[in-house]
């Protein structure tokens, strides 16, 4: 701030006096060469800016001075509400993504499945559901962390084959693939996955993983939830005949009974 004030005085000083003395010219006025007129004459038009100007630049300074620091302060908030904006966005966007995935496997959810569902109404869709075969019992038996595991072995079989956007863990023990109608492969290939699962249990020995599946159409703007109940009854109809994997009476394969 003082070498501004230094500067706006300076320029002052040889303003004043530069028109002074141009004014003189232009009036036609010489100066004498003694006396107390020439000395005013010669003196004035630099000690009159010399003397005043500081006292009028230095509150403009300082006025500028806190308008350039306000403004800076503007500037940053203005950055900081913006980084803001941006973060929240982000958080939005993360907790919209969290609320479409199941926490276990990272697959859709039911939520996610119907809303992929419906973006793809355009065209007409291929379904599948595919059941764990006796799930209870390998919670009871083996634990919820066997159960997990098995269940994070499927999502991980079905995208496999299908892809992750296109899975989705319905709830429990029940998933759901959607892919295009045009792409039945798709289903051929998931479901050759469940018939070759297998998981090693907590003490060391493998088992198959029996699941059933089942399929049905969706035509182009079609009910989902007609369509997933099609899907549903063809399944628990291949449950009833036999799930899609080699398994034991009560739909595991127990290694005690059947070391093959």
Known sequence: MARRVVVETALAVVGSTAV?????????????????????????????????APFVALPFARASERITRLLGEVDRTRHALAREVDERA?????LEELARRDP???????RGFFELAASRD??????????????KLVNDRWGHATGDMVLCRIATALSGAAGPSAVA?????????VVD????????????????????LPDGTETEVACSAGSSLL?????IDAALAAADAAMYAVKRRGALGRHGGDGWQDPARDPA
């Open 104 to 110: 276990l496997t990272g697959l859709l959810n039911r």
């Open 169 to 177: 863990r319905l709830g429990g023990d029940e998933f759901a693939l």
């Open 219 to 223: 035509a182009a703007g079609a009910s």
């Open 20 to 52: 002074c003395y141009l004014a003189y010219l232009a009036a036609g006025l010489s100066f004498p060469s003694g006396g107390a007129g020439g000395v005013v004459m010669l003196v004035a038009p630099v000690a009159t800016p010399l003397l005043v």
């Open 122 to 135: 355009r065209a007409e869709l291929a379904l599948m559901v595919v059941d764990v075969d006796d799930f």
């Open 181 to 200: 109608a045009t792409d039945l492969e798709c289903l051929e290939r998931a479901a050759g996955e469940l018939a070759a699962l297998r998981i090693t």
């Open 90 to 94: 982000e958080v939005q966007r993360r």
